[in-house]
């Protein structure tokens, strides 16, 4: 019997297919997105082992993160659901990529080093999708392999229109309000971002553990540094961006702190046999 291949939401595929995600964390790109890229590299390139893996990147867009541990020595290859990401991500030196869908990987079994969720976790809503995922990560992984698979915080749609100010705005409010129940940010025509999940952080590790992948580690990607006006500006300046990381890398993984961060990384491995 053939399987028929896990469904994507409509509305995600629409999103995405605008085009707009690639010079999201790019330079020039809004300043949270960069301060989300500088510290997602600083934490993977100190869980990594060293340079040349075997990575595969399962939801990488149109391949930022990509780009540069191919740079680095890595062998990369990008799966996303997404033809214009496939496209855009092809073009990398180095890089590899096709279609395909977190739950159902196209790999065989213990075929990489490295697996990175950071992407798909967030756009399953359902927790039995999330856990199929992991569990398709685990099964291409070589027993040891490592796993890394970012969330979006259950809080930080309210701290971020806080910030910005729209959490005066009642319509807002009440949406941020309804997401701190159990996750769910619905699409809304006129809203932000599409259709997710925003985890807590322990639910992360709890669904890690049920996938049979060991938690390894939970890093907070912003930390506080974006809740605080002017400081993703100072990314600009060499010297300055070095400090602002050298302080999220003090804080990243204080637990009291994880649920504060925009972004949160969760490591895991497969035991080895
Ligand atoms: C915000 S982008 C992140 C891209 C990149 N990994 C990064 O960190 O910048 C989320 C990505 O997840 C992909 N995605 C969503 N659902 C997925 C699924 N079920 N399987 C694989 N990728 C998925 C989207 O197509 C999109 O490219």
Known sequence: MTETPPRMHAEILAYYARGEEDARLREGGAPAGRLEFWRTQDVLRRLLPAAPTRVLDVGGGSGVHAEWLAQDGHGVELVDPVPLHV??????PGVTARLGDARELAAPDASYDVVLLLGPLYHLTERADRLR????ARRVLRPGGLVVAATINRYAQLH????EERYFTSEHRERADAVLVDGRHPYHDEGFFTVAHFAAPDEVTAEFTDARLTAAGQYGVEGVAWLMGGVEDWLDDPERRETVLAACRHIESEPTLLGTSGHLLTAGRRRSA
Do not use: H, I, K
């Not at 496209?87 to 990398?92: D, K, T, Y």
């Not at 971020?160 to 910030?163: E, G, K, T, V």
């Open 87 to 92: 496209e855009q991500a092809s073009r990398l």
């Open 133 to 136: 995922a992991l569990a398709e």
């Open 160 to 163: 971020d229109l806080l910030r």
